[in-house]
């Protein structure tokens, strides 16, 4: 499934990025088939696959021809099966391609929390007026307890600020 600026192509306002995201909804434990599928494609790891991914649970490759980045990332958990069911399948050529809801893209974006992500948050709660802020505090309110990382307020903050209502 697409996350990342791809996605914020789909639900946000266009802008520049030169990588892909790519949640991939196994464990690591499949990393060496992960790996064969890459270099299939002609993607060149960009790290030790072995020790770097492992740790952070994220394979980054290259495009040799084209420079694209692209990063796998392992993750199997509720909150990545339920993402995974609520993606949208959408039309590329030939091929259907899943990208993340708009909810699911905010909470991955909420969770990282650069500044290029609450901008990227901002921009897809201003084109998705009816987005379901209940499911992404659940899951916020969720990850926050977890990591005591303040999403909600975060979230909340984004929110208000996106209002064109609010004073």
């Known amino acids: 499934m697409i996350i990342g600026g791809q996605a914020v192509l789909l639900h946000g306002e266009p802008r520049l990025t030169r990588d892909i995201d790519i949640t991939l909804g196994v464990t690591v434990e499949k990393l060496d088939v992960v790996l064969k599928l890459a270099k299939g494609i002609g993607l ?27 990063d796998f990332i392992f993750s199997f958990s509720p909150y990545g099966q ?25 909470i991955h974006k909420i969770f990282s929390g650069r500044p290029r992500d609450l901008e990227d948050v901002k921009s897809v709660l ?21 990591t005591e990382e303040p999403l909600l307020v975060r979230f909340n903050t984004i929110v208000k600020e996106s209002d064109p209502t609010s004073p």
């Open 44 to 70: 060149n790891p960009l790290v030790d696959p072995e020790t770097f991914t492992r740790k952070t649970m994220v394979l980054p490759c290259e495009d040799p021809q084209t420079g694209i980045r692209v």
């Open 82 to 106: 339920q993402a995974s069911e609520r993606s949208l399948s959408v039309k590329m050529g030939r091929s259907q391609v899943k990208f993340a809801s708009a909810e699911d893209l905010i």
């Open 126 to 146: 201003i084109k998705n007026p009816k987005i379901d802020v209940d499911y992404i505090r659940k899951w916020l309110k969720e990850f926050e307890d977890a």
